[in-house]
């Protein structure tokens, strides 16, 4: 059942507020500086299901009736159904010109469990998938957005969690009780909670036996008793508390640490307890679902970066095409972890559940060069722009404002249009590139070292080394050498 | 109907002996050195089709019966179809470790010219579909393989081809007689040739009417009267000729200069004559289906790279490991030119004609990244492979015939294996990094900065630009200034 | 005479307020938020005099005396005195990780003009080089700092500085009156303002006649009637008004603009005044010295950011070998830029004034890396340092005071080190990577398309065309075509 | 006393042939197309002495006496001559577009033995430093050319000299005899051995105790009894013995394979004898001279590449300024290398023996960009230059010279200027970027990751990490963790 964005809204603020920031509860999510940029970026999707030249991408058939549903609640089940995702994402940066986390993560982790419990019913006999559906339906009906809790805090990297001194680190089940489970625990730098109504946690990695009470998965209330929710702080982010333009308050990126101080989950929203061999598939099929997508993100950034670049060029007085090679550079970028993610998807196969998993050789692939390409794009963005963008090095809309000297700034500022025009081009430039707005393309979804882990896992390797051995007329093996020590 | 590698060879021998190198006639293009690496690597692919491992990669569905037919004998009619054509790319290269050009170029363009002459005829009530499918009939049904001749010689690059002194530059419609047309003129660097059939040309440019006599598209048998070709030379090619391990004899890329002297072509192989302003279109058809899939070929060669640096790690000593980060980089850059090109097929939209069309935009990007990846690759095998791979340098195979000296080169090159083995995996990276195996990425299909001059056509820059404003808060226009002179 | 930090700070003291920031006055710049860290910074630059294992570096012998002065008052007249700016910049950095605008850009200025002020006398008869003298030995009897005054507001990049319709876009002479001229117009992101007691102005630019007015070069004090001094807004500068630790408070970039409403210039304190032509020579010498020294900055930058990801890689707990190669990459790229830098140095030659100048082409191919070679650098910093470090992603100092989750979060935090430490560890990659510690590389002394320009004019094309002809025996000459019409 | 082009060529036919290519001696290496163009090469640098223009770059006050000598035979005292030194490098480059083994290593190796001698001697009173000091008095009394020794065949890079199977994978002392040494095994790679008089041998890597054997420094004449030499196989290189243009044949690389059959070597011709402590030394001293020089060459080849990529442009028909950023680019890949070097030599030292001894990090991290830049400006130059000239791809001489279709093909080749021209052109492009003009810039002088080693070795890194902890507000110690296993 679909909604629009006041109504969107309006169901946001009804939940209880346990958020924080700068060590004070937030009240109201929708009117808080600090989280309601992030809200109304999500109502401006959920408005899209109702204009005529949008609905197409950010809504889709329901995969229990034949209602349209938002797209972000609806399993992706073909090659287009991906790609609609991959279509959605580049067209929500192309609006907002940054993240949208409560469309993103939660979804993607719905469709991830969607195969991952058709596997563990399958084998063990549980009753998850079932469970699954039911929780699908919920959202669907409830035209609900959901936030994805996958990094725990982790701890020190070099032990597992069990190992950590202390065992918060990772989100685990510390006692089973009737009718669910008690869990607690820290997960860092979720994305996108301030703006949800509910969230789904997982693991955070595959596991072994001795990490069974980390294997877990399961659905949350954002409001629920005994979770606090701490914000983080961005670059820059004091601006979106500010009046005037010194950030662009189109979008903004939300980031959360959620503390479960052992909060009960029931029954009914378990999807996994302690079959810790299943946290590694999840992983497996998250990953490539979220890294075949991933790269239209930062080609939706990307666009805005060509059209921001272009923007200052004729603010200080200079024509496109002076940047052409440039901005042809910034669109192969955006193109090819756009594309690569579509690559992906077509060699893709179906689940046995229904759901379409693309390759997860080709979206790793896809995860390295988005912790690459844009950084250019960005470096791009601030050579053609010029010195006032590269750091937003100007004064501040305050000083603007002074009777002073405040016309002469506008004057100064002046260049190929007014001074105020150039000013706002110029802060979105910083923004883009060294403020609120830079996503965290690096570690985001995971790091590039873990790619490339997947990478070498998934390549073979022996297989190249005999067709070039053939080539080469060589018809001996040729093993690795056992080095003497 | 299948034919196998032997069959193939048979056929090829009873063609007139119309082409030269070194200034002498090649009498058998099956044995002559020259020429029979290639005539023995398209028998391979012959050979795949009754080859239970392989016929999927090598064979299709017929389009005209439901007959099993050579992969490269058949239509492209789906995303699947597309796939087919680029995992026969990447497989063929791995077999051989380089460019096939005999069931490569002609095969795309039957393609690009079915979707055209559709268009045509439904324009201008032109018979060139119907001719084209008789021919694509006759082609299937003898198990042909085809040339595929665009680039002309083109003479100067800053004149048009009417503008020419030499109007031979670019190939023409000399004279138009009954039954027919007389062409004369040029062709270029064309694939292959020595091992097909017949040669299929086409324009290498879009026109306008000044240069209609250059818009023509025709099937010729490759020993027609009047044509003449001769076969280029590369780097180190003559070791093809010589005894030993100097180059590894298990592909060759063959290219050739055709020197057409008033060549008849018969009406019902010609399959534009005039239509000028389809030119452009076959381009842009043709480069699409070929550039989606140009990436797979570079990505099996760098299979190959990757191969032959491991071989040459172990031949040296060294297990694989050590060099891991470097692998995996060679292996991205394979999988994101793989990748990308099968992004552009999924984008792609099936013709009014029934063919596939990959995506223009990702198949050009993709052509920036092929005139870029494999190049990185290169270089990381001979950083992988130490001093003698990364030049050849070492004494040649009739060195190591000396009575006098050759068993010391021998244990001279003894290292983490033999000598001979270790000089054939040196003379392979050789081959594949300096040497005659290196296909020419940078300008093969078309030139990189041709290439970005479609990026440029198809990005839609001002509706970037105008994104960028709404997020920056600017609600004036800012169109491009007008500069003062 | 030497001064130490205390003494430095207290002479600041004793100026007019007449910098404003967030549309306020700053009373006193050495307590005010927004400029007292780049003075603390500066401070410890003049302590360093007295430091014997730094005074080394940060003095030198006096050019009218054999008295030791502090480095930045002295001439720099060999390529040893140059390689001293070279390791004062990169120790400077070290000590701060970020810019020092006080110590730089002016006294940079001060040699160019030694050198042209020579020249014009020379020609001119002018009397400008002696009271350049004269201002010198008043620099250093009183060992006074001095910001540099390049850039011009500018207005219209299509334009000339006398074509703007706001002639004050530059900065020039508005009237020459008995005893001295007065100047009018605006500079732009002009470095160090707020803690220095001088300011240099000079042109931004090569002019031609027409462009006379804007061919002025004068010192004045920073507190000069008609100046008003307006501080820039950077990335998360509020944070350097907080207490805690978001944001290091080792040192702080600051920039102005300065708004010149008709302020008298005494004679004495004028070195050009109309002399176009040597504006473009100014601009040379300048480049040259100041783009020399510019690759030590980011090798500073770049040494912490090298020991910013060490620290993040062991908060983590891991260990620095991992990340060798990395680490590898980024000490390659800050020695490049750095030891270009210095090859500079030796290619250059000694001008008739008695100062060194670096060679413009070498120092100009710098400006090119430096504007490239610290993203990367940068982008590695993130790529080890993990998540957290990318983009500043977890929740504020005062979060972590809060009573109810604070020690939630510090113990959410603790890895490889406790939460506290590692939170500052990951603060400290934030500001250097995406906060107020980037200084810009891209911009900052001049864009790298402009540098590339400088490449262009001054590399030997033709040379270099000839020489190639005769190696493959082209015997006839080889023009650029001429393209017809 | 200097010698001119034809003296030396005489010089050169007195030595007894024990050269061989193909399986054969070669009789005359002054007449032997396999080794003539080398010695041409060679040639030309001898007769630069005596040419106005270029005899301050070719020659250098003697060390020994206040005569002029070759550079080549002259001790490098002072940033000046290793200045010289990288300047004569890109001159030579400029000559011939390749290298030239024969005035390059022998002599790199002199100065750096001239400073290991004179600490040996000191230490362990040997007499090596006065040997050496005669030595370099009959090389420059006679004007030889030496070729320098380092690479040993190695075996298996696994293990060390002593380990291997066959002791001969590493020359080495296998017995001392009255008045010398006999030295048997096998160097390999050697450059320029065919144009030289004299082989200085040194050991190729550090050495511990076990090693001594190996650590062995000696100079003997080319043609010394027991010394096989045999000439190794490059792309292409056949080439230099046919007639026409199908390589350029203005210079030519020559590489060797030495097989020492138990040589003797007389006592004042021994530098080194078993002191395995001071070859490390040796190593140090050597590369950081010759990685300093090294990016010079490829600056010069940089050079023609510059200069060969517009003259395609033009022969194709296009002007140069439609490459200008390609241009630029290779221009400044080209002086970074070059201009890298010189940093080097100007953080140097002298040493107590009086030679300058360049800065070991700075050339290490050039040698780094040797193995990196020059691959750029390769793929520009054929980026720039069009399809025929990537990989050579038209006919061959032979082909234009046919009776038959010779004159069609110089047609077909004509564009912005005749056939011929183009041809000879292209042939350049390929010859310098996939032909035997390209020089081992990825291992000559030893690997990257060798010289990223040193990098590790030679950066401070815990001072890094130290600084950024104190800039950060760490007060405690950040060790490394230890890692439980």
């Not at 549903?69 to 073909?78: C, G, V």
């Not at 006999?125 to 725990?152: C, M, Q, W």
């Not at 995860?367 to 794009?377: D, G, I, S, W």
């Given at each position: ?27 109201d ?19 899209a ?16 009736s ?86 725990d ?12 001194d ?36 997982v693991p955070g990695?595959?596991?072994g ?9 399961f ?18 982010d ?19 640490y ?37 790269g ?36 192969i ?32 692939v896809?995860?390295?060069q ?72 690096m ?5 590039p ?9 998934l ?13 080469a007329?060589?018809n001996?093996?040729?093993?690795d ?5």
């Amino acid at each position: 059942m679909l909604q629009n964005g006041e109504q969107y809204s309006k169901s946001l603020q009804k939940l209880r507020p346990n958020i924080y920031k700068w060590g004070e509860l937030i009240k109201d999510v929708t009117t808080n500086p600090s989280t309601s940029l992030h809200v109304q970026s999500v109502a401006l999707s959920y408005d899209a299901a109702f204009d005529e030249e949008q609905a197409d991408v950010f809504t889709h058939e329901s995969h229990f009736s034949d209602q349209t549903a938002h797209r972000w609640n609806t399993l992706m089940k073909s090659p287009e159904d991906v790609t609609g995702n991959i279509r959605m994402k580049r067209a929500q940066f192309r609006k907002t010109g940054t993240c949208q986390g409560a469309t993103c993560t939660g979804w993607t982790i719905l469709n991830a469990l969607w195969a991952v419990t058709h596997e563990v019913d399958a084998a063990l006999n549980t009753p998850y998938h079932s469970r699954l559906e039911k929780y699908l339906r919920f959202v669907e009906d409830n035209a609900l957005v959901l936030a994805g809790a996958i990094s725990d805090a982790k701890g020190n990297r070099a032990l597992k969690p069990s190992q950590q001194d202390n065992k918060d680190s990772n989100l685990h089940i510390s006692k089973v009780v009737p009718g669910g489970i008690i869990v607690r625990g820290y997960k860092s730098q979720i994305c996108g909670v301030a703006a949800v109504h509910e969230i789904i946690c997982v693991p955070g990695n595959g596991y072994g036996e001795s990490e069974k009470h980390f294997a877990v998965a399961f659905a949350i209330p954002r409001d629920v008793e005994g979770l606090t929710i701490v914000e983080t702080r961005r670059p820059s982010d004091t601006r979106d508390e500010e009046e005037g333009w010194d950030s662009p308050k189109a979008g903004a990126i939300t980031q959360a640490y959620l503390l479960f101080d052992d909060v009960f989950v029931p029954e009914d929203r378990i999807f996994l307890q302690g079959e810790y061999s299943y946290a590694g598939k999840f992983i497996e099929y998250f990953t490539a679902l979220y890294r075949a997508a991933i790269g239209a993100c930062v080609a939706g950034q990307g666009d805005i970066l060509i059209g921001s670049a272009i923007n200052m060029a004729r603010a200080n007085g200079l024509p496109r095409k002076i940047f052409q090679d440039k901005l042809n550079q910034m669109a192969i970028n955006n193109e090819i972890t756009f594309g690569l993610g579509l690559g992906a998807v077509l060699l893709g196969r179906r689940h046995a559940s229904g759901v379409w998993l693309p390759d997860s050789l080709l979206a790793h692939v896809n995860k390295t060069q988005v912790a690459r390409l844009p950084y250019e794009t960005k470096i791009l963005a601030q050579d053609i722009s010029g010195g006032i963008a590269e750091t937003g090095c100007f004064p501040s809309y305050k000083d603007f404002q002074s009777p002073e000297y405040g016309q002469d700034l506008i004057d100064a500022l002046a260049a190929g249009t007014d001074g105020e025009t150039r000013a706002r081009a110029a802060r979105l430039v910083e923004w883009l590139t060294i403020g609120g707005g830079v996503p965290g393309c690096m570690h985001g979804g995971g790091s590039p070292d873990g790619a490339k882990l997947v990478v070498k896992a998934l390549e073979p390797w022996e297989e190249y080394a005999t067709c070039a051995r053939k080539i080469a007329g060589i018809n001996k093996e040729l093993p690795d050498p056992v080095v003497k020590k």
